[in-house]
């Protein structure tokens, strides 16, 4: 049980196009989803927090324009980066939390490498 | 100085080893304390939990805690190759966001 799944696992652009990442919840509530970047040999670094329903809460120094957050359902959250650039890629990675459970448990999704060209 | 430090390793060890992965950390308020482990092109996956000092078993897994010495370990008994994974510690003190270890690259040879 607590599966996450991610789509697209892997994706290209070019500079200067949006690209949309998919974290789904497949057999569990999620009241809340949590978007990472991870860079090679570093820290899961915590962009946002969504809330079903709620706006996206975002870290300092993350570009709420530039990257959207949607959480319109208990099960689905969207990631969109816009106008992407070479410096936004990375590994996206996004996580969950069941309903009623506790903010460490956290269940993650496969991720979705992004390289922009 | 990051908040939470762990060597990137790698770390080779032998099938059956005892490993020890560890990480220290600055803040003293952190009051629990996670592991994490991840597989190539996987998302990580929980392993363990502690809240505050002390030891947890599970397993061939031990966590422990030394917040006096703001150092936290991760033991694996009788190590095999399907362990080998990049573990990940993870810490937080308010219930709001987790700060993370970069990560420990394991490596069990059979």
């Known amino acids: 049980g607590a599966v996450v799944s991610q789509h697209p696992s892997w994706v290209i652009c070019k500079s200067g196009t949006s690209v949309k990442i998919e974290c789904r919840s497949l057999d569990f509530q999620a009241t809340t989803m949590f978007w990472y970047r991870q860079f090679p040999k570093q820290s899961l670094m915590l962009m946002a927090t969504?809330?079903?329903?709620?706006?996206?809460?975002?870290e300092q120094g993350v570009e709420k324009d530039k990257f959207l957050i949607n959480h319109a359902s208990l099960t689905l959250s969207t990631l969109t980066v816009t106008s992407a650039h070479p410096e936004d890629s990375s590994f996206y990675i996004c996580?969950?939390?069941?309903?009623?459970?506790?903010?460490?448990?956290?269940?993650f999704g496969p991720g979705t490498r992004l390289t922009v060209t | 100085q990051k908040e939470v430090e762990q060597d990137p390793g790698p770390l080779s060890v032998p099938e059956g080893a005892i490993v020890s992965l560890n990480c220290t950390y600055s803040n003293s308020a952190f009051q629990y304390f996670m592991w994490y482990r991840q597989y190539s092109r996987k998302g990580p996956e929980l392993l363990m939990y502690?809240?505050s000092s002390g030891n947890k078993e599970d397993g061939r897994f031990t966590a422990q805690v030394d917040k006096s010495s703001k150092y936290i370990s991760l033991f694996i008994r009788d190590s095999q190759p399907s362990d080998s994974a990049t573990y990940l510690c993870a810490m937080d003190d308010s219930g709001y966001q987790l700060i993370w270890g970069a990560g420990t690259k394991l490596i069990i040879k059979p």
């Open positions: 969504s809330n079903e329903g709620s706006k996206a809460t975002y």
């Open positions: 996580s969950a939390t069941l309903a009623g459970g506790t903010f460490y448990e956290q269940y």
């Open positions: 502690t809240y």
